[in-house]
């Protein structure tokens, strides 16, 4: 029989779990406080505990903390109304089982009682973590209630017990920055540095000096020495944004860091020895990447010991109403002034919204919001068209392409609707080359619809067959398309 000790001091939440695990296979225990709780487990010896977060007397946190102390085994499952950031992850950190939000769907409990049950037989073996930063003065930004992000956050606190390295995906605007932030911040290297590089952002000739620093006269203009980033954050954790945009010459240096903890500096032949723990990000398919030979396959393996992929906003809408209220909270903390409200309808809108620019894009739109709005409520008005009436542009560079040209007399107020959208895409992402973009898409869809016919299709987009040869070239769509 499974011995099962329920905390909580809520009388319905104990009669619930009577009826619910009324069962000859389950022995319920319960106790009304982490204080009676701490004082049954001894006796009881349970093979599971579960327990609110937010008690009176000492919270569901240091209920855990303690039953650390006292069998590092115990399976703990944590449970509250209040699911927050923090209390996830440091509840993730401490060493629960698992983490659920209030109210609980009685199959899904079910379901995560029984494995944790199981997990308590076959296994025995749980990972304990201890408390490694007992502040939460700091505000982590990342945002979510639905289950994709409270993934993210489990995630997050069981890799703050260990060294190993991790490689955060998603799309660009969702969040991969705060995510290696809040991994450092729950780490032990919290009081070392902490540094991030933009791959994308640096010219390829420079990345290599930038991260590992040159000696005096290794390349025209390396007038003195310069250390780099990673002697800079020796002790400390390392943040590779966009790793996917690296050279291969680089790719190798990082290699040798991961496998040995060495390098040189451009120009150098003295191995330099430090500790660094690497969090990599990208909005690339990096296993593509590997198949195409652009990425070096041994060095993928070693940045996905631990994954976290990123959901993007649109699979989680729940989270808008959520995140909307922070924004607006944060804005008007940076303008010293009372939040807005905001109206009904414009959540509907927001949570029906596509989001090609995931959370970013949102913080935009509030932030535009909160500037234009006329009063204390922000209303539909206050949006811009494109989120307000998103059934009327395209979604993304190749839909445009792909989609009708606007015809007849709006047709110019609808162009400079896309201009619009485009220009803020260029804004969202400024490695998006957008012109380009949307000029091959243009002359992919020409050619698929004439059949290839360069004449037909150069007549279509108003170009000369000249010109639409010379793009078929730049672009390369020749052997795309196979056509001639």
């Known amino acids: 029989m499974a011995k099962l000790l329920l905390i909580d001091d809520e009388a319905d939440v104990q009669y619930s779990f009577r009826r619910i695990f009324d069962s000859p296979e389950v022995e319920l225990t319960t106790a009304a406080s982490g204080e009676e709780g701490l004082k049954i487990i001894p006796k009881l010896k349970p093979d599971l505990v579960i327990m609110d977060v937010r008690m009176g007397g000492i919270t569901g946190l240091e209920t855990l903390r303690r039953i650390r102390q006292i069998d590092s085994k115990l399976l703990v499952i944590l449970m509250t109304a209040y699911g927050t950031t923090q209390t996830a992850i ?7 089982y698992d983490y659920l939000l209030k109210p609980f769907d009685v199959p899904k409990l079910k379901e995560i009682v029984a494995g944790a049950l199981k997990t308590a037989r076959d296994m025995k073996q749980v ?34 017990g260990s060294d190993a390295t991790a490689l955060i995906t998603g799309e660009s605007g969702t969040g991969k920055e705060l995510v290696a932030r809040a991994i450092y911040h729950h780490s032990q290297r919290n009081g070392k540095p902490f540094l991030a590089i933009n ?34 954050c020796h002790g400390g954790t390392i943040f590779l944004d966009e790793i996917g945009d690296m050279t291969p010459a680089t790719q190798t240096k990082i290699l040798r860091v991961l496998q040995s903890g060495t390098f040189e500096r451009v120009g150098g032949n003295q191995p330099i020895q430090v500790d660094v723990r690497v969090i990599a990000a990208t909005n690339k398919p990096l296993e593509q990447a590997v198949a195409a030979r652009q990425f070096r396959e041994d060095l993928f393996y070693r940045l996905n010991v631990v994954r976290i992929q990123i959901p993007p906003l649109r699979e989680r809408p729940e989270d808008v109403r959520l995140l909307v209220n922070y924004f607006l909270k ?27 620019g995931n959370v970013r894009e949102l913080e935009n739109v509030i932030q535009r919001a ?8 922000i209303l539909p008005g206050d949006l811009p068209p494109e989120i307000a009436d998103p059934g009327s542009l395209a979604s993304s560079p190749a839909q445009l392409a792909g989609g009708q040209a606007p015809v007849g007399e709006s047709g110019g107020t609808e162009l400079a609707s896309v201009a619009r959208m485009l220009f803020r895409w260029a804004r969202q992402d400024p490695k998006l080359k957008v012109i380009p973009a949307v000029e091959r898409e243009l002359i992919i869809h020409a050619l698929s619809e004439t059949k290839g016919n360069q004449v037909h299709a150069a007549k279509l987009l108003g170009i000369t067959r000249a010109t639409l040869r010379k793009r078929v070239e730049k672009f390369a769509i020749t052997r795309e398309l196979n056509i001639k």
């Open 90 to 96: 440091e509840a993730m950190k401490l060493g629960a």
């Open 199 to 232: 791959c994308a952002a640096i010219p390829e000739q420079l990345l290599e000096s930038e991260l590992f620093g040159h000696e005096k006269g290794a390349f025209t203009g390396a007038a003195t020495q310069r250390i780099g980033r990673f002697e800079q």
């Open 330 to 356: 944060k804005f008007a903390k940076d303008q010293q002034g009372s939040p807005k409200s905001i109206s009904s309808a414009v959540i509907k809108t927001l949570e029906k919204y596509h989001w090609p």
């Open 127 to 160: 990972v304990s973590y201890q408390p490694l930063l007992e502040s939460e003065d700091y505000e982590l930004g990342i945002v979510g209630r639905s289950e994709p992000m409270q993934k993210v956050f489990k995630l997050i606190g069981q890799l703050a």
């Open 370 to 377: 909160v500037v234009v709005a006329k009063g204390d409520v």
